[in-house]
C-alpha cells in the first residue's frame, strides 16, 4: 500500500481533515489543560456534595441544640439538668456520689 492508496482512505481522510484536528485539540484543551477543566468541576463538584453533607450535619446539631435550651428554659428542668451534670446543690443540702469500681476482679 503506498501513501497515495493510505491518504485516500475514508478514515484517514477523516482524521486528516483539520477541522477534526482542531476539535479534537479543543476537546483535549478544555479537559485537560483549561483552567475551567472537567477534572477541575469533577473536583469542585466534590467538595460541593461534601460541604453539602456538613451543612446538614451542623444544621441538625443546631435543630438538636434548639431542642435542648427550649427543654430547659423551665426552672425545674434547668434545675435537673445542673443537678445531674454539674453536680449542684441547694443550701442545706448534701450529695452523695457512688461511683462504681470498673477493674475487673481476678
Not at 469533577?42 to 456538613?54: C, T, V
Not at 427543654?71 to 462504681?100: S, T, V, W
Request: glycine share 0%; proline share 2%.
Amino acid at each position: 500500500m503506498t501513501f497515495k492508496q493510505l491518504k485516500n482512505k475514508p478514515t484517514v481522510k477523516l482524521i486528516t481533515n483539520r477541522y477534526v484536528i482542531i476539535l479534537a485539540a479543543f476537546i483535549v484543551w478544555m479537559v485537560f489543560f483549561d483552567e475551567n477543566s472537567w477534572i477541575n468541576h469533577r473536583e469542585f463538584d466534590k467538595e460541593i456534595m461534601k460541604l453539602n453533607s456538613e451543612k446538614e450535619y451542623y444544621q441538625s446539631e443546631i435543630d438538636a441544640d434548639k431542642d435542648f435550651i427550649n427543654k430547659h428554659n423551665d426552672r425545674e428542668e434547668l434545675e435537673k439538668f445542673a443537678r445531674e451534670e454539674y453536680k449542684m446543690k441547694k443550701e442545706n443540702e448534701d450529695i452523695y456520689l457512688i461511683e462504681y469500681d470498673t477493674l475487673p476482679e481476678k
